[in-house]
């Protein structure tokens, strides 16, 4: 396996480790992680270039993010974590306000693209899917941008990278260095997938060695209420949120069709003296909220309001196969070839009576056993591109709790001259009190090695103290010296 190291100012660098782990994992949501591991002391830098191909032939080039040295008993080690290139360093490129009212995919990327174009080697497009919608892009960052495209308008992201090199010459020594970096085309496509059109299909015991089905603990939604941007008013302000009732039948919402969750309702018996509680069980609805702060018109909420109870209406259910993977040249037309992040794969345990069909939302492959290759099926995690659009509210309800946490700090700091007063005020009876506890600790001890001795005979307590023993009376309902009790009844 072999990796072209960059400094960050594109630069060639040697790189030669000893590999032991070399694993590339990348998921629909458009995560990508690529871990080496290798034997001894590494030179790499935080913010070089690895660029490799990986076992489909695509380029791929990331960013380290977090190299490590660390030395134990069997040696020292070098573990080195790079991202997406494009991923990370449009994480760092800023949009302060940009706005697209009735846009396609197309013409959403390529307003998002326009400014970056001449400063990063980004360059962004998208397939035409027939969506139009008004989305604004306000005090965020170009990934988080393009993710959330990505979900407005139903799409996934595409990476392509091409590597170009150069040579830069020194005018001072003479001496030249051989230059190589990558662009990357992103582009927003109704479905990420392989080259190849037919569906892979997998056995237990083939070529299949281990199935895991995970069921999401997120309940599938079965009525969703629908609210747009708050509309602007005359006086300056603005009124409540943008709905649909008006155009549905005076309905904010919409039922899936045939979906009903069950609710437990209690009441109570007619019998006042005998407030009995019983369970009966109705079909009620599982309610969500679908918003969108940039819509302003009904017909398109009540459209995007529709789709969102579709995709939150299905249950979420993943499952995580380990699967032996054939060489890249084997047959396809027996359904012999590899699946990528996009595929549709087909899953099938006889003895569990499993036969799933689902598309590859996550693949890890082991670069240096290219055979070892796990993927997972179907949903597993929120997508980031849902993440992205969430993180406005989550900001706010932050700042909020920070700004309650400020005044009550204030209204702390207010009463904190008084408290220290009434402390020090204090002192003559926290000194009283540590002396009491100092002569309760002989008591204390005595009832400590009281408990130590108690054991039980007979189902009753005994405890032996100072020589004597004590068993507990049935008849009095206390404890009795047994010697004393003894030569009571012997008289």
Request: negative net charge; glycine residues 6%; aromatic residues 10%.
């Amino acid at each position: 396996m072999r990796f072209l190291r960059t400094d960050c100012l594109g630069r060639v660098c040697r790189f030669e480790p000893q590999l032991i782990k070399a694993e590339q994992t990348e998921e629909l949501d458009g995560d990508f992680t690529l871990e080496l591991t290798c034997l001894g002391v590494v030179e790499i830098s935080q913010g070089d270039h690895l660029i490799y191909e990986d076992d489909n032939g695509t380029l791929r080039d990331t960013i380290v993010v977090s190299p490590e040295v660390s030395h134990d008993s069997s040696g020292v080690t070098t573990s080195i974590v790079c991202h997406d290139a494009f991923a990370e360093q449009s994480s760092k490129v800023y949009i302060d306000d940009k706005r697209v009212r009735g846009g396609t995919a197309q013409k959403t990327m390529q307003s998002l693209f326009s400014f970056s174009s001449s400063k990063f080697p980004f360059s962004g497009d998208a397939e035409d899917n027939g969506v139009t919608a008004d989305i604004s892009f306000y005090h965020t960052f170009l990934w988080d941008s393009v993710s959330s495209a990505a979900s407005t308008f139903g799409m996934e992201i595409q990476r392509t990278y091409t590597k170009k090199t150069s040579v830069e010459w020194n005018n001072t020594t003479g001496e030249s260095y051989p230059l190589a970096w990558c662009t990357c085309a992103v582009k927003l496509v109704k479905q990420l997938k392989s080259s190849e059109s037919l569906t892979r299909r997998f056995d237990y015991g083939y070529d299949l060695q281990s199935a895991t089905r995970t069921v999401s603990a997120d309940l599938p939604v079965t009525r969703m209420y629908g609210f747009g941007k708050g509309l602007e008013t005359d006086n300056g302000g603005y009124s409540r949120k943008l709905t649909f009732g008006d155009i549905n039948k005076g309905l904010n919402y919409v039922d899936a069709a045939g979906q009903k969750g069950v609710y437990p309702q209690g009441v109570y018996s007619d019998v006042w003296y005998d407030q009995t509680f019983e369970w009966v069980y109705d079909l009620e609805p599982y309610v969500g909220i679908y918003e969108n702060s940039d819509c302003e018109d009904a017909a398109q909420l009540l459209k995007e309001t529709k789709a969102a109870l579709v995709e939150a209406s299905q249950s979420k259910v993943s499952y995580e196969v380990s699967v032996t993977v054939l060489a890249r040249d084997s047959d396809a037309t027996k359904g012999n070839f590899k699946v990528y992040i996009g595929d549709s794969v087909t899953v099938v345990d006889k003895e569990l009576d499993l036969r799933v069909n689902a598309r590859v939302s996550k693949r890890v492959v082991d670069l240096l056993d290219r055979n070892n290759t796990t993927v997972t099926l179907g949903n597993v995690v929120a997508a980031f591109s849902t993440q992205a659009l969430s993180a406005s509210a989550s900001a706010q309800s932050a700042a909020s709790s920070a700004n309650s946490t400020a005044q009550s700090t204030a209204a702390t700091q207010a009463d904190a001259a008084a408290t220290i007063a009434r402390v020090t005020n204090s002192g003559d009876k926290w000194d009283n009190a540590a002396t009491n506890v100092t002569n309760k600790g002989s008591s204390w001890d005595d009832g400590a090695r009281l408990a130590q001795s108690i054991s039980i005979v007979n189902g009753l307590p005994v405890f032996t103290i100072d020589g004597h023993t004590y068993t507990f009376s049935t008849k009095t309902g206390t404890f009795v010296d047994s010697e004393a009790e003894s030569e009571t009844e012997s008289n």
